[in-house]
């Protein structure tokens, strides 16, 4: 445990954790304290905006003070907003936890910098993959965690779930303030950070080819966004589903999530080159975006595994299609800070995209799921029209 590799997978594989602990709970647990649907997206979308905001910010203040203090100080953040999440009995204490996650959360880069700091150049990918291997395992282990603590008891069980990712929190500090030692040997004490998340998104957004895979992205993050948290409300409301069986099938999702990126793309690559498979998996995704609203709680077993099928398909492997098309396309010496603007876009549509859903699931439960469907087939043309 005292392996930097180790601390450092342990501090994102946590904060990807948590997340995936809150994804099932969050949204039914806002109703209870009387939230709309609305409000809700609203809840769900201020974590996101906080990454979106703070990513770069807290890169730069790494570089600045070093990647410890930073990494320290944002660990304790989440231990912090977690604790808060489980005594949140209001609205507006639910929202002040997840935007105090969300800043928390938003260590990824300084990570990535840490890694960058111990690694060889020609190790340096290879060593990237914890971050990836955290983030799937987080997606698979937190929803059934989440619904089964939930689940222990339907008055306090809100409070197993925040104090156990809490102390998780805590106990990863401990790890990081006592064995984690400080790698970056050129501080610049002297640079000026600046707070200015869209300034690099413009240097891209409308340069030809890029942007439409810029543009892809964000509408199928935010077709995905609609689905993380506006389905745990409709199988709660429509198909009579409980915490801990919701908790299973975004575990579900996870799981084949995984499976897609790992053995289905090599699979598929072989048949199809990248745009062609983001094409037909935007296709059945939509496709099974647009079931979702014909699932009742009559025939929501086996139906439902067959559309999370298809909704995975697209989760696992659109990203890293759309990843690597934008890294070859990337101009000279400039890799990093587009897939960094296309990071950046994906929070801000993790941002928008619930709120919009929210609002209009208030008018029918049927519309951001329609929505979803018709955002999909459409970004299909931005894909195809490079082809």
């Known amino acids: ?82 604790v808060l999440f489980a005594y949140s009995n209001t609205i507006w204490l639910l929202i002040i936890s997840r935007l105090i996650a969300g800043i928390g959360s938003a260590n990824i880069s300084v990570a990535q910098a840490y890694i960058s700091d111990i690694t060889a150049h020609h190790e340096r990918t290879k060593k990237m993959g914890i971050i990836g291997m955290a983030f799937g395992l987080g997606f698979i282990l937190g929803p059934p965690i989440g619904g089964f603590l939930k689940s222990i008891d339907q008055q306090h069980g809100i409070k197993y779930v925040g104090l156990f990712t809490g102390i998780l929190c805590f106990i990863n500090l401990m790890f990081v303030y006592f064995f984690l030692k400080e790698t970056n040997s050129h501080l610049n004490k002297n640079l000026k950070i600046k707070l200015q998340p869209v300034s690099s998104i413009k240097q891209f957004i409308f340069v030809p080819i890029i942007k439409n895979y810029l543009w892809y992205g964000f509408i199928f993050i935010a077709a995905f966004s609609i689905f993380q948290v506006l389905s745990t409300i409709y199988w709660k409301e ?72 298809f909704i995975s398909m697209g989760n696992g492997l659109i990203s890293p299609c759309v990843t690597s098309l934008l890294s070859q396309k990337a101009p000279a010496g400039q890799g990093g800070t587009l897939l960094g603007v296309f990071q950046s876009l994906n929070s801000l549509a993790r941002t928008i995209a619930p709120i919009i859903g929210g609002f209009l699931y208030d008018t029918h439960f049927a519309v951001p799921f329609i929505l979803s469907f018709v955002l999909m087939i459409g970004a299909t043309k931005l894909v195809h029209n490079i082809l």
């Open 1 to 82: 445990m005292k392996s930097p590799f180790t601390i450092i997978f342990l501090t994102v594989f946590i904060d990807l954790l948590g997340f995936g602990i809150i994804i099932p709970i969050l949204p039914n647990y806002a109703i209870s304290l009387g939230a709309s649907t609305l409000v809700t997206g609203i809840i769900a979308g201020v974590f996101s905006l906080m990454n979106f905001i703070m990513t770069a910010y807290l890169g730069q203040w790494s570089d600045k003070v070093g990647r410890r203090p930073v990494l320290i100080w944002t660990v304790l953040m989440n231990a912090i907003a977690y």
């Open 238 to 309: 429509h198909c009579l589903l409980n915490d801990k069986q919701i908790g299973w099938l975004f575990g579900f999702v996870g799981v084949l999530s995984v499976f897609w990126q790992g053995f289905g793309l090599k699979w598929a690559l072989k048949i199809l080159n990248e745009q062609k498979i983001i094409i037909l998996s935007s296709f059945l995704m939509s496709i099974a975006l647009l079931c979702l609203t014909f699932i009742s709680h009559q025939n929501i077993f086996p139906f439902i595994f067959l559309v999370l099928l």
